[in-house]
T-cell receptor, first 115, second 111 residues
């Protein structure tokens, strides 16, 4: 199974600022995803990070607010821009591995608090 | 719109009890159903189910899928305090490996 390193683990940020979250995988993977989990809620997919092309965003999420980079098959970043308290959430990186016993592995998550 | 519904939302049991968690779904182009355990931040994988009627087991946990009735159950026998967590059900659809998550069941096991 893939090992995913996500950082930072947590951060407290001022409103109006931006935070970039990094996700590093120990092997090449085709699919990388970014999820958000707001307090008391389940996971919601933000976007699929595509290598070599623009990310594919889900309904309700836009590139200006959540720009994503995917420079190669082992690394991706998610930026939360112009933050407000409503952005306080856990952000999770996930990679997909077709076949085998599991389809999705998750990074350790980033707990973001916006004050 | 794809939908995954879990019940109950929360559950408190005594150590040693057996619990059954439910997950129903309405999705297009079903590919798989997955169960995760979330204790702090990162969900940890428990099971992936793709075929109806085949039970998957891991220690005290087991799960089964019914693709005709569109639901799955997760059983935990002889519960322990370490089983306290949020259990998430997710459905994979299409070919893009995207997952749609349910709201989760918060399980608390007391002494």
């Amino acid at each position: 199974s893939a090992v995913i390193s996500q950082k930072p683990s947590r951060d407290i940020c001022q409103r109006g600022t931006s935070l970039t979250i990094q996700c590093q995988v120990d092997s090449q993977v085709t699919m990388m995803f970014w999820y958000r989990q707001q307090p008391g809620q389940s996971l919601t997919l933000i976007a699929t990070a595509n290598q070599g092309s623009e990310a594919t965003y889900e309904s309700g999420f836009v590139i200006d607010k959540f720009p994503i980079s995917r420079p190669n098959l082992t690394f991706s970043t998610l930026t939360v821009s112009n933050m407000s308290p409503e952005d306080s959430s856990i952000y999770l990186c996930s990679v997909a591995q077709t076949g085998g016993e599991t389809e999705a592995f998750f990074g350790q998550g980033t707990r973001l608090t916006v004050v | 719109e794809d939908k995954v519904v879990q019940s109950p939302l929360s559950l408190v049991v005594h150590e040693g009890d057996t619990v059954t968690l439910n997950c129903s779904y309405e999705v297009t182009n079903f590919r798989s159903l997955l169960w995760y355990k979330q204790e702090k931040k990162a969900p940890t994988f428990l099971f992936m189910l793709t075929s109806s009627g085949i039970e998957k087991k891991s220690g005290r946990l087991s799960s089964i899928l019914d693709k005709k009735e569109l639901f799955s159950i997760l059983n935990i026998t002889a519960t322990q305090t370490g089983d306290s967590a949020v259990y998430l059900c997710a459905v994979g659809t299409g070919t893009a490996s995207k997952l749609t998550f349910g709201t989760g069941t918060r399980l608390q096991v007391t002494l």
